[in-house]
């Protein structure tokens, strides 16, 4: 992991233009209103050790602990976001794209504004589901939370 390539990637992210459509990009995907970048990816299906899974779960959550630490020197402590609440959420309203998927992919994230720029930044591990990958993942978007 390089926490200032993350970094970096993440404050160009805060001023690069969204998509006009869904679809896959240069750094993930993204939409209209949101970019996500997939900073760290590995262990799904085709490895199939579960024991491998939990390690990468556990060096991915450091990791996002690590870049969590530049951005909240930069922005401000946050408390982690429970993504639980608003899968739950998702059966009785429409929840905005990336919450709603970035809520069946991660368990909790951490949420700045992103003062000046109009946006938001979330910070997640991907590692809901034991059968996909685990993937550390950065939102940057101009749809609140939901």
């Known amino acids: 992991m390089n926490i200032a390539q993350h970094i970096a990637l993440i404050d ?17 995907f993204g939409g209209p209103g949101h970019h996500v970048a997939v ?5 799904g299906p085709r490895d199939g050790d579960p024991a491998e899974w939990a390690v990468t779960v556990e060096q991915y959550e450091k990791d996002r602990d690590a870049v969590y630490e530049v951005l ?9 976001w429970n993504l639980q609440t608003v899968l739950l959420r998702t059966g009785q309203e429409e929840i905005p794209e990336p919450w709603a998927r970035l809520a069946a992919r991660a368990r909790v994230a951490w ?3 992103v003062q000046g720029t109009g946006r ?15 993937q550390l993942l950065a939102v940057v978007t101009q749809t609140a939370p939901p």
Not at 12 to 28: I, K, M, N, T, Y
Not at 39 to 43: D, T
Not at 72 to 80: E, I, L, N, Q, Y
Not at 120 to 134: F, H, M
């Open 12 to 28: 160009e992210l805060c001023f690069r233009p969204f998509p006009a459509e869904h679809g896959p990009s240069d750094v993930g």
């Open 39 to 43: 900073l760290e990816s590995g262990h």
């Open 72 to 80: 909240a020197s930069r922005w401000g402590d946050v408390a982690p």
């Open 111 to 113: 949420l700045w504004e």
């Open 120 to 134: 938001w930044v979330a910070l997640a591990v991907a590692d809901r589901d034991a059968s996909d990958e685990v």
